[in-house]
């Protein structure tokens, strides 16, 4: 009879094959000047810049002109010839908007945004509830980036666990604790595809629903193997990952936040409360990722987990109102933008902060 112990090491052994052999299966092999037709679906959102836009497909990077605008969820035909992971010349041939309500929903989320507020306020609010790099401004793009905040503009991990503790607060107050969480494992898979199917939002949902299906079954979960679980269930179902800077980014920062996050947080006791969280989380993350975003950008900025500190504590409020302003904005035009502007004062602080430090 097999022990609750060998079953785990025999689950997590046939994942690590299965990732090997369908990384080898389905990786695609480019050579140099040959001509390609790309049919596929956007599943990453087009960063946006002032007359192109930039798509990551099939582990290619890709320019194309800024219009017609392609979408996250759009089904897309493009020729191009291969240069060094790039395709050269690309030609758009089709693009097909997806009619699937979600994106349907998303689409009118974000334009609901746009009308309502100004950039860069609006963009990040769009970037921090959904995910979309598509509406942030190129110059505010290049600022986060330079202060090391880009991993909050967009939605990552961090979105996942707030809406999770909102979804569970709400459900709770009608239903019993083990009834409600399916209905938050219904909520954050429902918004994993609104925000991107991203990595790190991937990994955030299946770590977190190891955690609520361990809860609902009694049972004990180690953080360090629902990381493993989640890197090796995504690497199975999409290999291509493997090579995702956004993936390695995410499953790093979650690693060193397990191994130095509580370390950090008592050595700054000294610290105001409000304060310390922020910067022990991102001290912890920085020790992992900074590395990383050197070797691949030649560039690291030292204040980075001061700048942080200073602004994580927008986030829940900007996530959770956004949302809330975002959703009812649709069905009450004139109640949604009084809800979105009690959030303007949080997104100017952000975009300051930002500003003042980049």
């Given at each position: 009879m097999f022990t609750k112990k060998l079953k785990t090491r025999l689950l997590f052994i046939s994942l690590a094959a299965l990732v090997i052999f369908r990384y080898f299966l389905t990786r695609p092999v480019y050579v140099d000047n040959q001509k390609i037709r790309i049919t596929t679906r956007v599943l990453q959102e087009p960063i946006k810049y002032f007359s192109r836009q930039k798509l990551s497909i099939t582990g290619l990077t890709?320019?194309?002109?800024?219009?017609?605008?392609?979408?996250?969820?759009?089904t897309v035909v493009i020729e191009g010839i291969i240069q060094k992971k790039q395709l050269i010349n690309p030609v758009l041939v089709s693009l097909k908007d997806n009619n699937f309500f979600l994106y349907r929903f998303?689409?009118?989320?974000?334009?609901?945004?746009?009308?309502?507020?100004?950039?860069?306020?609006?963009?990040?609010?769009?970037?921090?509830?959904?995910?979309?790099?598509g509406s942030l401004t190129a110059d505010f793009w290049d600022k986060v980036k330079k202060t090391g905040t880009a991993h909050v503009v967009v939605a990552s991990g961090?979105?996942?666990?707030?809406?999770?503790?909102?979804?569970?607060?709400?459900?709770?107050?009608?239903?019993?604790?083990?009834?409600?969480?399916?209905?938050?494992?219904?909520?954050i898979f429902g918004?994993?595809?609104?925000?991107?199917?991203?990595?790190?939002?991937?990994?955030?949902?299946?770590?977190?629903?190891?955690?609520?299906?361990?809860?609902?079954?009694?049972?004990?979960?180690?953080?360090?193997?629902a990381l493993c679980f989640s890197a090796l269930l995504m690497l199975a179902v999409k290999p291509e990952w493997l090579g995702d800077l956004g993936?390695?980014?995410?499953?790093?920062?979650?690693?060193?936040l397990l191994l130095f996050e509580v370390k950090i947080r008592k050595k700054l006791a000294f610290v105001p409360a409000f304060f310390r969280e922020g910067l022990s989380t991102s001290l912890a993350a920085q020790i992992g990722v900074s590395p990383i975003l050197f070797v691949t950008f030649g560039q690291f900025n030292p204040l980075s987990p001061?700048?942080?500190?200073?602004?994580?504590?927008?986030?829940?409020?900007?996530?959770?109102?956004?949302?809330?302003?975002?959703?009812?904005?649709?069905?009450?035009p004139s109640l949604g933008k009084i809800i979105l502007y009690l959030v303007y004062p949080l997104t100017w602080w952000f975009i300051k902060i930002v500003q003042i430090f980049s």
């Open positions: 890709i320019y194309l002109p800024l219009f017609p605008e392609i979408n996250y969820g759009d998303r689409q009118k989320i974000l334009a609901f945004y746009q009308k309502t507020l100004p950039e860069p306020s609006a963009g990040l609010i769009a970037g921090t509830v959904l995910g979309s790099k961090m979105n996942v666990s707030i809406l999770a503790g909102f979804l569970l607060g709400i459900t709770t107050v009608f239903l019993p604790r083990r009834k409600a969480i399916p209905f938050v494992l219904l909520g918004y994993s595809i609104l925000a991107g199917m991203a990595a790190p939002i991937i990994r955030a949902a299946i770590m977190g629903s190891v955690a609520f299906i361990a809860q609902e079954t009694g049972r004990l979960v180690s953080a360090w193997r993936f390695l980014l995410s499953f790093v920062a979650t690693a060193s001061f700048i942080n500190a200073l602004v994580l504590w927008t986030v829940p409020a900007i996530t959770i109102i956004g949302a809330v302003g975002g959703i009812v904005g649709l069905l009450l």
